[in-house]
């Protein structure tokens, strides 16, 4: 069983920093599959913002300079860190992973069918 536990969301104020954890079980991420960070802010659709898939990191332009993400195999985890946070921040973070990959991940890893177990989600809420 595949389980994905998300951690480090809360209430911060605009140009805080916040580093979200997302701790895998149940499969091993490492170089067999990808795993991403998407978010739904509060009347919008799920979006993408970042993975991590085969030692390649991949981002969503609109987080590109402001978001980091990282994973360490050991742990069998990956990281947001999320700096200068912005009220447009305020989202539901959910952390996926996808299957092992297929030689064409790279032209999937923005999509939410492409990934097939996903954590409960943890809150960021950013005031101005």
């Known amino acids: 069983q595949v389980r994905l536990v998300e951690s480090g969301g809360g209430m911060v104020q605009a140009g805080a920093s916040l580093r979200l954890s997302c701790a895998a079980s149940?499969?091993?991420?490492?170089?067999?599959?990808?795993m991403g960070w998407f978010r739904q802010a509060p009347g919008k659709e799920l979006e993408f913002v970042a993975a991590?898939?085969?030692?390649?990191?991949y981002y969503e332009e609109f987080v590109k300079g402001r978001f980091t993400i990282s994973g360490d195999n050991a742990k069998n985890t990956i990281y947001l860190q999320m700096n200068s946070l912005k009220p447009d921040a305020t989202a539901l973070y959910f952390c996926?992973?996808?299957?092992?990959?297929?030689?064409?991940?790279?032209?999937?890893?923005?999509?939410?069918?492409?990934?097939?177990?996903w954590g409960q989600g943890t809150q960021v809420t950013v005031s101005s």
């Open positions: 149940g499969r091993t991420f490492s170089d067999s599959s990808a």
């Open positions: 996926a992973v996808t299957p092992p990959l297929r030689p064409n991940f790279s032209d999937n890893l923005t999509r939410l069918t492409y990934y097939d177990y």
């Open positions: 991590i898939a085969a030692r390649t990191i």
